[in-house]
């Protein structure tokens, strides 16, 4: 299924919400059947280990579905994990799905089955299991045989097939939670996979609000879904799910079946995917994530708030070619790509080493002209610690051989009195940023451009220039001739 953007957390946790239908329906399916407990215990079936298969008749269930699922390509896809190993080959050859997980063999399908086995049949059968036994006194069958069986183990397998799978398709998932999470931030998390800092992760990819409105509406499902829906009688539901005194299932135990099992285990998934997220990652490539640097906080702070500036969240072209490139996320153009090379290692493209470029002997040059569209985004938060887009300007340029920039403002020094169209604030907004280290923007129209006031932020130059240089590498179509601003927080940034 082609998706917009399949990294999208909210795309991804409706995907989430989604499933909780399906696995609340597939438990009132199990719920009409005994807990039927001999078809969870292996070696119990003549009739299987003379076929040579000594697992449990769930087991030999999943084994005999998946074999056929395999074959029809259903574990090709990145979303469908199976409970059977050394399953055959697909008869159709496999569909091209794009590249969004980082490469891993995270399957926790043998927990999902002793939890489901153990602790969810028994709870999730006990009505249709007592009402049964009741039955069986009624016929004289007492003692162990009255909890035994209904003998449907063909029905109750397979609908325990379905409610496996989905819970496992449900559970996996947090491995796209995992990835959505990471590339948006990979510094935060770059630390804590180095030092295999289990519980930092977890606390990192843990969103208590997300789980406490889950289980809200899960008990609200669980409720509705469950009540009998008799035409001629009231239906209101209550919180137990007993409608007309009675429920296909039991509520808590659904609520429970999360709380206990399903989110504890998918946030295990989302750890483990990360632990290996950095796996055949050089030093190198690592240093490129971390320069894919979280943008400050989109919510302002009390200063940008009093100095009336905002931030404008855009990710520079590069950069954004750079996280999808790390993220295995192709481009749209598939032709050879000057920027970007596979080095063959099965890892994500790299940007291709620039052809060192000929200055014409005519051409000064300027300190700009590999600046491309993007520039780094430049603040100086604290004078004389941070670098002005004037003493950025100046790194560049000696950085390419070129004579300083003369200090504007030692030159603005000798000049007329601010613009006096600007507005007070709008003066006092340049001057106080002047005067706290704010830069603002060094437009080709200077400061009467007052309304124009923009904060530069400044990350750390030398890894911007770089990540800049390997992003911006000399491309056929000549680089637009920008007016000379570092892009900065406004409107329009
Ligand atoms: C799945 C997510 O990650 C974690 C796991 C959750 C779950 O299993 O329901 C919910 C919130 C997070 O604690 C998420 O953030 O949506």
């Known amino acids: 299924m082609l998706v917009e953007d399949p990294l999208s957390l909210d795309r991804i946790r409706s995907v989430l919400t989604r499933l909780e239908d399906t696995i609340i329906f597939s438990l009132i399916e199990r719920a009409q059947f005994a807990h039927n407990p001999r078809i969870y215990q292996r070696g119990v079936f003549q009739e299987l280990k003379d076929l040579g298969f000594d697992g449990s008749w769930l087991e030999w269930f999943l084994k005999e579905t998946e074999t056929f699922h395999a074959k029809a390509r259903r574990y090709t896809s990145p979303d469908e994990y199976p409970f059977t190993a050394d399953l055959p080959k697909p008869v159709l050859p496999p569909l091209s799905f794009p590249k969004i997980l980082y490469p ?18 028994p709870r999730i059968t006990r009505r249709a299991t007592l009402a049964l036994a009741t039955l069986k006194r009624a016929n004289g069958i ?39 999470k990471f590339v948006d931030n990979p510094a935060a998390f770059i630390p804590h996979i180095q030092n295999r800092n289990r519980p930092a992760l977890e606390a990192l990819i843990t969103k208590p609000e997300v789980e406490k409105k889950l289980l809200l509406r899960l008990q609200k499902k669980a409720a509705t879904y469950a009540q009998d829906i008799a035409l001629d009688t009231d239906t209101t539901i209550k919180g137990d799910g007993k409608v007309n005194g009675t429920g296909k299932i039991d509520v808590d135990g659904v609520v429970d079946l999360y709380e206990s099992y399903i989110i504890p285990l998918t946030k ?35 200063h940008q ?23 295995g996320v192709p481009d749209e153009e598939d032709e050879y790509d000057e920027e970007w090379e596979n080095d ?21 040059g300027s300190a700009d ?82 309304s124009n006031n923009k904060r530069k932020a400044v990350g750390d130059l030398e890894d911007l220039i770089d990540a800049r240089k390997a992003a911006n590498a000399p491309t056929k179509k000549k680089a637009k001739k920008e007016k000379k601003t570092l892009l900065s927080f406004g409107d329009d940034a």
């Open 104 to 121: 891993n063999k995270v399957n926790v399908n043998p927990s999902i089955l002793s939890f489901y086995t153990r602790a969810i049949v």
């Open 142 to 180: 007492i003692g162990d045989d009255e909890f035994e069986d209904d003998g449907n183990y063909g029905s109750a397998a397979n609908i325990d097939v379905e409610v496996v799978q989905s819970i496992s398709k449900r559970v996996h998932y947090g491995k796209f939670v995992s990835e959505s």
């Open 268 to 302: 295990e998934v989302e750890v483990e995917y990360l632990l290996h997220r950095l796996d055949g990652l050089s030093e190198e490539d690592i240093e490129k994530l971390r320069i894919d640097f979280a943008m400050p906080p989109k919510e302002l702070n009390r």
């Open 305 to 327: 708030l009093s100095s009336k500036l905002s931030y404008s969240q855009n990710t520079p072209a590069f950069l954004q070619k750079l996280k999808n490139r790390i993220a």
């Open 344 to 364: 063959g290692s099965g890892r994500p493209p790299i940007p291709r080493r620039p052809a060192i470029p000929q200055r014409p002997d005519d051409d000064p």
């Open 369 to 450: 002209e590999s600046e491309g569209d993007e520039k780094p985004q430049v603040v100086v938060l604290r004078e004389g610690k941070h670098l002005t887009a004037f003493q950025a300007e100046n790194i560049r340029r000696k950085e390419k051989g070129l004579a300083p920039l003369a200090d504007p403002a030692a030159a603005s020094k000798t000049e007329a009195a601010p613009d006096a169209s600007a507005s007070k604030d709008e003066s006092r907004a340049s001057t106080k940023a002047e005067s706290t280290g704010l830069s603002f923007s060094s437009s080709s129209k200077g400061k009467s451009k007052a």
